[in-house]
């Protein structure tokens, strides 16, 4: 049998975990990540990534994916403003980052080389750059 690429499998498929569909109180944002984690991984947008990340969903498929989305275009937009989806990232938990220090790395190096950052990322870079500073 053929191993399916995590690509073309879904949230849903890559974590084995069904959580439903949106019940009748679920707000549009609820309802949006849920209906995203049946989308194929490789099919999310930065907005998408921004959104799911932002709602610490899938965080240990979705943060890789979104950081060489970023390696790419360090100020990858999604629908608010340049860098929408770094900020995303630069929000999580600093316990996120403590157990992914090979994440946190790649993430401090595209930090450290924006150059001029946006004034509306400025303090989450800071905030995560505080963080991340050796003690």
Known sequence: MT???????SLEEIEGKRWGSPGPDATP??????????VPVASLTA????????????LSVLVPLAVQQLQRDP?????????????SLLRL?????????????????LVAGLGDVPDEIVAPVRQ?????APA
Do not use: C, K
């Not at 944002?29 to 049946?38: G, M, V």
């Not at 403003?81 to 900020?87: K, Q």
């Open 128 to 132: 995560f750059l505080q963080a991340e």
């Open 29 to 38: 944002l609820a309802a949006e990540a849920l209906r995203l984690r049946t």
């Open 93 to 109: 938990p600093a316990s996120f980052w403590a157990a992914n220090p090979a994440l946190a790395g790649r993430v401090r190096l």
């Open 75 to 87: 100020l990858a937009e999604g629908d608010y403003y340049p860098g929408d989806l770094l900020a």
């Open 3 to 9: 191993a399916i690429p995590a690509g073309s499998r």
């Open 47 to 58: 907005e998408d990534l921004r959104l799911l990340i932002g709602q610490q969903v899938g």
